[in-house]
């Protein structure tokens, strides 16, 4: 039976929760589209126009232009505001991490330890083959917990800022609006650290091109991926960041926690990023429990609701 | 309407103790510094300040404050001939001058706090102190049990602007892009940008909860900012204060000398207030390390409903037959 609510619950789950809790604000109305095209936009007509994307200040984002030589990558550099390269849902990691979906195929079966298929069990998460209804979840994430890291790489990763100063990285994410250290001044990750959210990161370039993160001293409490990937406080994460040109960045995530899986895997293999403009506004997307409550009082708790009619007690209509 | 001001500042002292203590503990537990770095006893230890730190023997330990890394946060150096300010430049990892719960702001903003004296409270319109009056805080004269209060904060909900800036306001990372200036705030690790790249406010923006910001040099050493936009849901600070999504808040910034910055936030909402009032006035931060790791501070429901079923709501419960 649940296999054929699946598809209807599964669109359900994805609309409601990335448009309750996270509810992404709309740019202002000043900047909806100019009526009167530019030049080039007159002169070809196009068969079906493109949606019109606009960034949080209502300014339209250009897409890139086709066929453009690619600029080289500048060294030791990987700065700037960075979009999915295949379009802003492409990092939204909804069957989980985008590298090994839940989608039941036997190359995405995760090497679980015993205890991490106990643990992953325990799970109950609110979209993907295990799913649960909206009130029945123990997601977190969906009481607007911090995602913490891995996750807030591969859940919702969208339009991404990255800044340099001569010590560290930041990364400035756009799901809860969160920002993120990584040390590159040499130091090593702390020995016995009180776990938090985020972690320690600390970064080194093995390349011209190429920045390795790594993440230690993770709270246990985040699940992975929004399908309940577990981990536990010994989860060592590694990032790499590869600048293929001016306008390209390959992330990858690797995911070694032997407590949980028998050997490392992949949660995010070269995950494209474009170069935005620099002028680009990120729009707001903040988990709010109020809205979630309201949420989960108008919707989820009535889809919830395992009495036959449930609408038999309330006013008929 | 003087007469709650009246009875409010006869509760202000038992109750404030009490409400810090609760508060701080709860929703936003700040993230410990990792045990590897208690005062080094012996042994190497990288970087210059090493040495300086064992020769120095306090008479009287000061307290020592960690950051995230579990490195001592150097305290402020006496008698330092100041350094010239940079040109254009508020960026650095910036603390609260008088130490770091000087941000704290538990009575509401900082230049205005809720605490009876006479000349702070701002100048309510009559919407304005309605408004204020439906406001049930946590802390303060005005304060209300932990099951009872409306605090959206403490549910955690955004903080959102201004209120970021004016309840924990703690270590601050400034980072200046060509065109923009981020701002990397502690309590609940969001970051806001302010672009600077000459852009105007929008004109009719759906409001989100840190709004709309833009800044501009009005001399070599100060920054105006001007946010518009905000969220009508979020308060103004911690004791309450409201607005409206007309509010506009403007910020200084300005550079005093290398190591220090001062930071003044006005708040102008005609629909609240009669009149313009400062939140902040010339709030000093000074400047860090740019080593200085920023210690975790994040709102948890979890952790937060945890805390109700074993504290909160006990301790709403009226007084009876609980056995205690």
Request: proline share 12%.
């Amino acid at each position: 039976m649940l296999n054929r609510l699946t598809c209807p619950r599964l669109i359900l789950a994805v609309l409601v929760f990335s448009s309750f809790a996270h509810p992404q604000s709309a740019p202002p109305r000043s900047g909806t589209p100019p009526q009167s095209g530019t030049q080039k936009d007159q002169k070809t007509i196009p068969a079906a126009p493109a949606p019109l994307v606009h960034d949080g200040w209502g300014r339209a984002i250009t897409p890139p232009a086709k066929g453009q030589k690619l600029a080289p990558a500048p060294r030791h550099d990987i700065s700037g505001t960075w979009e999915p390269a295949n379009g802003p849902l492409d990092g939204g990691g909804f069957l989980g991490a985008k590298a090994m979906p839940e989608d039941g195929k036997p190359e995405h079966q995760l090497p679980f330890t015993p205890l991490g298929l106990e643990t992953y069990k325990g799970t109950k998460p609110t979209i993907g083959p295990r799913m649960v209804l909206p009130a029945d979840t123990n997601d977190p994430v969906a009481i607007c917990d911090p995602q913490g890291m891995p996750r807030e790489d591969l859940f919702q990763l969208r339009t991404t800022q990255i800044v340099q100063t001569p010590s560290k990285v930041m990364i400035l994410y756009q799901f809860d609006q969160i920002w993120r250290v990584i040390w590159t001044d040499g130091r090593e990750l702390p020995g016995d650290a009180e776990p938090r959210w985020f972690g320690y990161s600390v970064g080194k370039w093995v390349d011209d091109y190429t920045l390795v993160v790594e993440t230690s001293g993770m709270d246990e409490r985040t699940w992975l991926d929004l399908v309940g990937r577990p981990h536990s406080g010994d989860l060592r994460v590694e990032e790499r960041f590869h600048r293929v040109d001016r306008d390209d960045l390959e992330w990858t995530v690797k995911i070694d926690d032997p407590k949980m899986y028998t050997k490392p895997w992949l949660a995010l293999d070269k995950f494209p990023m474009k170069l935005q403009p620099p002028d680009f506004d990120v729009r707001e997307m903040i988990c709010s429990p109020s809205e979630a409550e309201q949420y989960n009082k108008l919707i989820a708790t009535p889809v919830s609701d395992p009495s036959p009619n449930p609408s038999s007690n309330k006013d008929s209509r | 309407m003087e007469r709650p001001y009246a009875m409010l500042r006869r509760l202000i002292a038992p109750t404030l103790l009490l409400a810090v203590l609760i508060f701080s503990a709860s929703a936003h537990t700040q993230s410990a510094p990792p045990k590897s770095a208690t005062p080094p006893q012996s042994g190497p230890q990288a970087g210059p300040e090493a040495g300086k730190d064992r020769q120095a023997a306090p008479a009287a330990t000061a307290p020592v404050d960690y950051d995230g890394w579990g490195k001592p946060i150097p305290s402020v150096a006496k008698n330092q001939k100041p350094a010239p300010a940079p040109r254009h430049d508020i960026s650095g990892t910036w603390d609260p001058a008088n130490g770091p719960d000087d941000g704290g702001q538990f009575l509401g903003a900082k230049a205005l706090p809720v605490d009876g004296k006479p000349g702070h409270e701002p100048a309510y319109t009559p919407l304005g102190l309605e408004a204020y009056l439906r406001t049930k805080p946590s802390n303060g004269a005005r304060m209300v049990s932990p099951g009872e209060t409306n605090d959206p904060e403490l549910l955690c909900d955004p903080q959102g602007f201004p209120r970021e800036d004016l309840f924990q306001l703690r270590t601050t990372q400034v980072v200046q892009a060509p065109g923009k200036i981020y701002m990397l705030y502690e309590f609940d690790r969001v970051w806001r940008v302010i672009w600077t790249d000459g852009r105007e406010l929008p004109k009719d923006p759906e409001p989100r909860w840190y709004g709309y910001s833009v800044g501009k040099w009005v001399d070599d050493y100060t920054l105006v900012v001007e946010t518009s936009g905000t969220d009508d849901r979020t308060w103004v600070d911690h004791a309450g204060r409201p607005h409206t999504a007309d509010l506009r808040v403007e910020e200084t910034f300005h550079r005093v000398d290398h190591d220090h910055l001062e930071w003044t936030v006005k708040i102008d909402d005609p629909k609240m207030y009669t009149k313009p009032w400062l939140a902040m006035d010339k709030f000093p931060m000074r400047l860090l390390p740019p080593d200085m790791d920023v210690r975790e501070m994040i709102c948890s429901r979890a952790e937060f409903d945890e805390y109700d079923k074993l504290i909160g709501n006990p301790a709403s419960d009226p007084p009876g037959d609980k056995g205690r």
